[in-house]
């Protein structure tokens, strides 16, 4: 019979398409996870992957088993979580992914106050993409994430929490940083750095640059909001910063100034989600429910 583990570096390839990344996902090396790979394909007797030189593709009955493995895999981890549940208390360690544009300038004073209510449980902070960490709360190797929307992935609960603007800045001694009664019209040709196209936000300020002739820097896409900032401070460009970023200690107005064009009305809404069925759903949503007040307390 084919052993748990096996099933979940199944999962892993199927999500990821490359055994290199799959293998990392698995906290195995590449020459493990594809060695299992091979003895699980002889255990069963058919072949599951399609070994290509631009990643791995399953096979049509490959699909078939991974479907069903994947719901063994998540059914085998919440057994587990139902075993840790102590009373009405978390307890043990979850798993949390957030996105790194969101994280740092929400999740602490919500962390310490569930660690006050809920001494035994422990948060594993994992900051990564929204789109890959989605993938890896439907294999079960998240338990819960904290992003924008949409957040798609099989089986999962998703629940919308709250709405925040998005900044347009300047350096503070931008010209348009000196002008009152801004128009739209007015940011036509300008020039707008991002954070990198792997992120939402990206496609985001895309979007918007689209909307408003604005011209987007790809040449210099930040590798964080810092980065943003700094950049936009030094005069490189404007910048399009999320209302955390801005309202927080880490992140706040050093160097730059909010523009306000008339007709300005972006923001980009942030869920929290789960596995649909997980035993700790209802827990879940206590955690969900309380990053969204304090969400609210931050943004008024």
């Keep these: 019979m084919p052993t748990l583990r096996q099933l979940e570096y199944l999962v892993a390839v199927a999500d990821l398409h490359n055994f290199r990344r799959a293998a990392d996902a698995c906290h195995v090396s590449q020459p493990t996870l594809s060695q299992q790979m091979r003895a ?44 840790r549940r102590a009373g009405e208390n978390l307890a043990g360690t979850l798993r949390f992914g957030v996105t790194p544009t969101l994280g740092p300038y929400l999740m602490p004073p919500i962390i310490a106050a569930l660690h006050r209510e809920q001494p035994d449980l422990k948060l594993h902070i994992r900051e990564g993409i929204p ?60 020039q707008v750095l991002s954070i990198s196209r792997t992120h939402h936000l990206h496609h985001q300020v895309s979007t918007i640059c689209a909307e408003l ?37 880490v992140g706040g107005r050093a160097g730059i100034d909010v523009l306000e064009p008339e007709g300005w009305e972006y923001t980009r809404s942030i869920a929290a989600a ?27």
């Design 40 to 83: 699980l394909e002889d255990r069963l007797g058919v072949a599951l992957i399609e070994r290509r030189a631009s990643g791995a593709e399953l096979t049509p009955i490959g699909r078939e088993i991974t479907a069903r493995a994947r719901r063994l895999v998540i059914e085998v981890q919440d057994i587990r979580d139902l075993a």
């Design 213 to 249: 002739g604005m011209d987007l820097l790809r040449d210099y896409e930040g590798t964080s909001l810092d980065s943003i900032h700094q950049m936009a401070s030094s005069g490189l460009g404007l910048a399009v910063l999320p209302e955390l970023y801005i309202r927080s200690d």
């Design 131 to 190: 789109e890959e960490q989605a993938l890896a709360l439907s294999r079960g190797a998240l338990d819960m994430l904290l992003g924008p929307l949409p957040i798609e992935g099989s089986d999962l609960e998703v629940e919308p929490l709250f709405r925040e603007r998005l900044f347009l800045v300047a350096p503070s001694d931008h010209p348009l940083a000196m002008r009152s009664g801004l128009s739209l019209a007015d940011l036509k040709g300008l």
């Design 274 to 300: 789960w596995r649909s069925g997980a035993a700790y759903g209802d827990a879940y949503r206590t955690i969900a429910e309380r990053i969204r007040v304090e969400a609210r307390a931050q943004i008024g």
